[in-house]
């Protein structure tokens, strides 16, 4: 076998959309992306739009099963709640979280059993 060829396509973020998050999320806006693209790929995008910068602290939830969300969701919202009380019970303005959340996990978080926990981590 011999390569003929290689080709790459990238998809290129419009005009304005780094500076539009940006200013989003000074007027006090959380800003949510939800893609189909693999871990790494929308991490990448979130540096690229501005979603995330080298401040943001990223937590990430892939659960394995059930139980695994529970204690992940319950680590997650201890871990925050710790961070907020060393830093006199407020986090300062330039303190960011980035939440990546893989697919399986997702669909967990948003069960009946799971979507109150999920729901106060988001609120954090």
């Not at 011999?2 to 539009?20: K, N």
């Not at 967990?108 to 979507?115: A, D, R």
């Amino acid at each position: 076998m011999e390569l003929l060829g290689v080709t790459a396509i990238e998809d290129r973020l419009q005009d304005g959309v780094p500076e539009c998050i940006r200013d989003l999320r000074r007027g006090g806006l959380k800003v949510w992306v939800l893609t189909g693209d693999k871990t790494e790929t929308a991490i990448n995008i979130a540096y690229a739009s501005n979603l995330f910068s080298q401040d943001t602290e990223l937590i990430h939830l892939a659960a394995r099963n059930e139980r695994d969300t529970e204690e992940m969701l319950d680590c997650m919202i201890e871990n925050i709640d710790n961070k907020m009380q060393a830093k006199d019970e407020k986090l300062d303005e330039e303190t960011h979280f980035g939440l990546v959340v893989n697919g399986e996990s997702l669909t967990s978080c948003l069960k009946p059993e799971h979507l109150d926990k999920f729901l106060k981590l988001i609120k954090m």
